[in-house]
């Protein structure tokens, strides 16, 4: 059994929690939390210890592996401590907002064996992995272009939002990632636009958009279109798409169940959409902890890792700037 601890009792950490305890070949080894009723609330429901540290973890040896579901700005500090402390570590995104601490801490860490897993848990979605299987095998003939549908139900507070990074950090850096993950080769431009069109007067105030459209082109010439909104009236919008020149892989939205409905007055009446992340990639969470717990128990580095968070915020910076100064970015000039 491989035993870890989870830093950070809040939605998704609480959420981490649970997944860790149900599976088979982990047990919840501790948690902590800054707000100390919020952890005292997880370890009391799933029977877990209370950390009064996170230091405290990374020191227990009865602690193999630590997850980090903590505020963004901790997350590179407890990385570094992390592999300090020989702990692996899986880290949810942003590993931060800054691109230059992020780099800092990649310099810190450089040339260690501990397996580092990033929390880009779209990549374990059955769907998603299957478009990009798809693509690897070459059963859509060579890819042309690929197309990534993320629209979120609704507005999150605007407490979360002013401490987000703003869209491309917070939001568009997932599909940054399933996009490289699809595309199977690097970005060289990247050419973005924003509007304020949910609550242009929030927008305007956090200085920040919330519909933002994305194109990513590679060297070989293969595109990517991203498509944002904060708020969907439908629920939950996750689509990737991939077309080649044999054929077309998609991974279509997740809904309660498949029926159709077919009356005299419509046709195509369904069951609505997930409207909250946590339901609608509620298989690719238990996969991803399944990926942590084999990069642990098998001492190698995970599919998805540190480099991988760091590129992905490299292509929300040439995003940033592209819609900033109306005009596309190469990814060279990021870094």
Do not use: W
């Amino acid at each position: 059994m491989v035993r870890i601890a989870v830093l950070g009792c809040g939605r998704i950490g609480r959420m981490h929690a649970a997944n860790i305890a149900a599976h088979p070949r982990a047990e919840l080894a501790g948690v902590f939390d800054v707000h100390r009723p919020a952890a005292e609330e997880v370890a009391a429901s799933l029977g877990a210890r209370l950390f009064d540290s996170a230091e405290a973890v990374l020191a227990a040896g009865d602690v193999d592996a630590v997850l980090i579901a903590t505020s963004t700005p901790t997350h590179a500090d407890l990385l570094e401590a992390a592999v300090a402390a020989g702990k692996p570590a899986l880290c949810e995104k942003p590993i931060d907002l800054s691109l230059a601490r992020v780099t800092e801490c990649a310099a810190r860490i450089r040339g260690t064996s501990v397996p580092i897993m990033l929390g880009f848990v779209r990549r374990f979605d059955p769907g998603h992995r299957a478009v990009a299987s798809a693509v690897r095998d070459g059963r859509i003939g060579a890819l042309h272009q690929v197309a990534i549908t993320s629209r979120d139900p609704g507005l999150a507070p605007v407490g979360y939002l002013r401490e987000s990074g703003g869209i491309f950090r917070d939001m568009t850096i997932h599909d940054f990632d399933m996009a490289r993950f699809v595309l199977g080769e690097e970005v060289e431009s990247v050419t973005a636009t924003g509007a304020r069109l949910v609550d242009p007067a929030m927008m305007d105030e956090l200085g920040d958009f919330d519909t933002v459209t994305v194109l990513l082109t590679t060297a070989s010439g293969k595109q990517c279109v991203i498509t944002n909104s904060r708020r969907a009236s439908y629920g939950y919008d996750q689509r990737v798409e991939a077309f080649g020149g044999e054929g077309m892989a998609v991974s279509e939205n997740v809904r309660a169940n498949n029926a159709v409905l077919f009356r005299e007055d419509f046709t195509g009446q369904g069951a609505p959409l997930m409207n909250f992340f946590i339901d609608r990639y509620q298989a690719a969470f238990a996969a991803e902890i399944s990926a942590f717990v084999d990069a642990v128990e098998s001492g190698s580095q995970p599919e998805v890792g540190f480099e991988d968070g760091r590129l992905a915020l490299v292509l929300a910076e040439a995003a940033l700037r592209s819609a900033t100064e109306g005009r596309a970015v190469r990814v060279s000039e990021i870094g």
